[in-house]
């Protein structure tokens, strides 16, 4: 009988909504705000006349539209597997990522060149109040977004976390996070500085003669950009080759697999993290003496306990008479590590 999983005839769990409900809410998110604020820094850029408002301008639409390109990513990531992709379009992702990546490269690069622009063609522009308001503006909506995004990284690493304690926690665990997540998280840490940045540039512009500091201010914003760029482009380079799961969740399957009482050691166990799902590979030993239909039976009642993990997708296991040697040993693994 074919397996119910990689059948493909179309079922509710792919139909339009319902993956549009399992996109990276981070994205979703962060694509509405940009958009947002790309009409009300537009406005301002218009009225004011100011270069550097109309470069923050172009950058939110540059990240409005990533970050809904990211989202549409996210999406086609959660189909569910069928005959000709068994292992499921996890990796989709990591490719909508990587021209996301372009993406922010080509502004970093703009951003950059209008940061020497403006040094040496220093602009005087009025509105300073209006600029304030714009640029305060930015920095809650991109310090929200953030803040979402630190908490999209900890639900994702299943790590309990409330308070001030989400900030240490949310970078800690960034690299456990689903690609897009990182993706929003890197980008509105840079959007968020460069509101900080180029508020203080506003001030500074329009209180004292030191013009430059706009230039400046604009060039470190893009050197961040680079940073992210490289950043996010090396994890999904990583995730597309294929990366083992963190420790913590390896020693998470070990666990359930030791719960089962007639299991004795695990001779074998790879995990494969693809996106924010896991596929899980093993060969357990049993012990001694049991049928080969008892034996598959506990093989199975493992495999189900795996799977009622929602961040499994995919579990294949083999068993093995007891040998005698112990083949798993957490602490010499976490050594390797």
């Not at 179309?10 to 909504?17: L, R």
């Not at 979703?28 to 109309?54: D, E, H, Q, R, Y």
């Not at 800690?172 to 460069?194: M, Q, S």
Request: proline share 4%; charged share 20%; net charge negative.
């Amino acid at each position: 009988m074919a397996d119910a999983t990689l059948s493909s005839e179309p079922d509710s769990s792919n139909s339009f909504w319902s993956l549009l409900r399992k996109g990276n809410t981070s994205s979703a998110t962060a694509a509405i705000g940009n958009t947002l604020l790309a009409v009300v820094k537009g406005v301002a850029a218009f009225l004011t006349g100011s270069g550097a408002m109309f470069a923050s301008t172009m950058h939110s639409v540059a990240d409005a539209v990533n970050q809904a390109f990211v989202f549409t990513g996210s999406v086609l990531a959660e189909k569910r597997p069928t005959r000709r992709f068994p292992t499921g379009f996890g990796r989709v992702i990591n490719l909508f990522c990587m021209v996301a990546v372009i993406v922010v490269t080509v502004m970093a690069y703009e951003t950059i060149h209008e940061g020497f622009h403006l040094l040496k063609h220093p602009a005087h522009t009025s509105g300073m109040w209006l600029n304030l308001i714009v640029l305060l503006l930015a920095l809650a909506t991109d310090g929200f977004v953030l803040i979402k995004a630190m908490k999209e990284i900890l639900h994702e690493s299943r790590v309990e976390a409330k308070g001030l304690r989400i900030f240490p926690q949310a970078f800690r665990h960034v690299g456990r996070a689903a690609p897009p997540t990182r993706l929003v998280f890197y980008e509105d840490l840079v959007a968020t500085l460069g509101a900080l940045f180029a508020l203080i540039a506003v001030l500074v512009t329009s209180l004292t003669s030191f013009h430059a500091i706009d230039g400046v201010m604009t060039i470190v914003i893009g050197i961040l950009m680079v940073g992210v760029a490289f950043r996010v482009g090396y994890d999904n380079m990583v995730g597309l080759i294929g990366v083992a799961a963190p420790p913590d969740v390896e020693d998470k399957v070990a666990k359930i697999i030791f719960s089962h009482p007639k299991v004795v050691d695990i001779n074998q166990l790879r995990i494969l993290q693809e996106g924010r799902y896991y596929h899980v590979e093993g060969l357990i030993e049993l012990k001694k003496g049991l049928s080969l239909a008892d034996a598959d039976d506990i093989k199975f009642q493992v495999r189900d306990e795996l799977l009622n993990d929602p961040h499994i997708s995919d579990v294949t296991l083999g068993i093995i008479e007891d040998n005698g040697v112990t083949d798993w040993d957490p602490e010499e693994d976490e050594e390797q590590d």
